[in-house]
């Protein structure tokens, strides 16, 4: 089977959440996405590094989340959205995934 990166699944939920909201008019089905790849992570965070990875990195998740909406009112939806994914992800490979 193969593994797919926590770092993937963190950036993939938070890129994927937006662009199914916006697309589909409908940020329930947003946060459907967001929800079930944070899950999917956070079960990859806590199985590398305990509750501890787990915690931080779910926080910085949510927290990735919810900055991105008021950053991206300075700097545009799309930029804050990849912003915020690249930085949850970085966080995650050197926390969970670089082995």
Do not use: I, N, Q
């Not at 770092?7 to 940020?27: D, E, F, I, N, Q």
């Not at 996405?33 to 915690?55: K, N, Q």
């Not at 009112?73 to 670089?98: E, F, M, N, Q, Y």
């Amino acid at each position: 089977m193969v593994r797919v990166p926590s770092s993937a699944m963190a950036a993939a939920g938070l890129v994927g959440g937006y662009a199914v909201a916006r697309w589909t008019k409908k940020r329930p089905l947003g946060g459907v996405v967001l929800g079930a790849a944070g899950l999917a992570a956070g079960r990859e965070w806590h199985r590398s590094g305990g509750v501890p990875a787990a915690a931080g990195l779910g926080a910085l998740y949510v927290a990735g989340f919810a900055g991105s909406h008021p950053l991206a009112k300075k700097v545009g939806a799309w930029p804050s959205v990849l912003g915020a994914a690249a930085v949850v992800a970085t966080a995650a490979w050197v926390v969970s995934d670089r082995g």
